[in-house]
């Protein structure tokens, strides 16, 4: 499946649209996460542990897309955005990442 954040994909055409596909990962984080990833806020430099569980959020968001395409039929999904949120009071923090974009049939 392709899915590409163009509206569009050179070379083929769009030959039917088959409707808006989303999808969603909500992941929860843990106090030692948070604790570590203060103490490099403190000290400065990069928090690989939210940056593994953003790559992970992205990752489970995007198949879930992917699979809700292919239930329609799509060849691929063009105009893909994703959005990254932060919900949750201060005690408990969730990490939701969500990728949308148009399903599509392609033609040669």
Known sequence: MITTSTDGIEGRKITAYLGIVAGEAVMGTNIFRDF???ITDILGGRSGSYEKELRKAK???????VAEATELGADAVVGVDLDYESIGGNDRQMLMVTANGTAVKLGA
């Open 36 to 38: 570590f990833a203060g």
């Open 59 to 65: 990752r489970l968001a995007l198949e879930a897309m």
